[in-house]
């Protein structure tokens, strides 16, 4: 359990020095670490310090360019990774 926390701050503290934005940070995660089907808690526990807006903004853009799906509305909503 330590390394993995571990692990996890390591790549954190990486991003944050490459000085990748958050946004860039939920669409890698969305992209290529989420499974195929994920919710927003999801995306809030991968990548803390994220506001749900700003992982709403880049859904919807994933969204736009028809990379991921929402099924169902609201709270409820599951985010669907459409074949790239």
């Known amino acids: 359990m330590v390394v993995g926390a ?6 954190r503290a990486a991003d944050h020095r490459s000085g990748t934005t958050k946004q860039d940070r939920v669409r890698n995660y969305v992209l290529n ?6 919710e927003m808690a999801d995306v809030r526990r ?6 749900d ?10 969204k736009n360019e028809g990379l991921v799906s929402p099924s169902g509305v609201g ?3 599951k985010w669907v990774r459409l074949a790239q």
């Open 75 to 77: 709270r409820g909503t």
């Open 53 to 62: 807006q700003t992982a709403r903004l880049v859904l919807r853009e994933l």
């Open 33 to 38: 670490h989420a499974g195929p089907s994920f």
């Open 6 to 11: 571990y692990e996890a701050f390591a790549a």
């Open 46 to 51: 991968a990548v803390p310090g994220v506001s």
